[in-house]
């Protein structure tokens, strides 16, 4: 089956604010949390100023894996952007994870640098 992909713009940031809490009533882990949040600040305001991202759009069930934990999203046509950009996030987030210097965005008291997550947000716009 082919996939099929829709734009996040502008018109979605209530959709990245829904999907972020949503996520965040999965996680338990502080880092985590502190990534869902600076990941989903900076796509708001990327998609603010006009920038656009290519999701795919999802049209069945989905199983997901976060912190070690397996759940199914149940496909509601309805909500099925919400749904879409939910999987962006947990994408996003999990592509963070993967990189070898994540730490090396770390500012001195702990924080990550939101300007490294706008670039490497940049990353994925069309």
Same mark, same amino acid.
């Not at 999907?19 to 009533?25: K, L, Y």
């Not at 962006?88 to 702990?110: H, Y």
């Given at each position: 089956?082919?996939?099929?992909?829709?734009? =996040?713009?502008?018109?979605?940031? *209530?959709?990245?604010?829904?999907?972020?809490?949503? /996520?965040?009533?999965?996680?338990?882990?502080? %880092?985590? =949390?502190?990534?869902?949040?600076?990941?989903?600040?900076?796509?708001?305001?990327?998609?603010?100023?006009?920038?656009?991202?290519?999701?795919?759009? /999802?049209?069945?069930?989905?199983?997901?894996?976060?912190?070690?934990?397996?759940?199914?999203? *149940?496909?509601?046509?309805?909500?099925?952007?919400? /749904?879409?950009?939910? /999987?962006?996030?947990?994408? =996003?987030?999990?592509?963070?994870?993967?990189?070898?210097?994540?730490?090396?965005?770390? *500012?001195? $008291?702990?924080? $990550?640098?939101?300007?490294?997550?706008? $670039?490497?947000?940049?990353?994925? %716009?069309?």
């Amino acid at each position: 089956m082919t996939k099929k992909y829709v734009l =996040l713009g502008r018109n979605d940031v *209530e959709l990245i604010k829904q999907s972020a809490i949503e /996520i965040m009533n999965l996680l338990s882990n502080t %880092e985590a =949390l502190m990534l869902l949040s600076n990941i989903g600040l900076v796509l708001q305001q990327k998609v603010r100023h006009g920038s656009m991202f290519r999701m795919e759009l /999802i049209t069945s069930d989905v199983k997901i894996e976060v912190e070690n934990k397996g759940f199914t999203l *149940e496909y509601n046509a309805n909500n099925q952007r919400l /749904i879409s950009v939910f /999987i962006f996030i947990l994408k =996003l987030m999990s592509k963070w994870e993967k990189r070898p210097d994540t730490f090396a965005f770390r *500012e001195p $008291d702990g924080t $990550d640098d939101l300007d490294k997550f706008s $670039d490497f947000i940049s990353e994925f %716009e069309v």
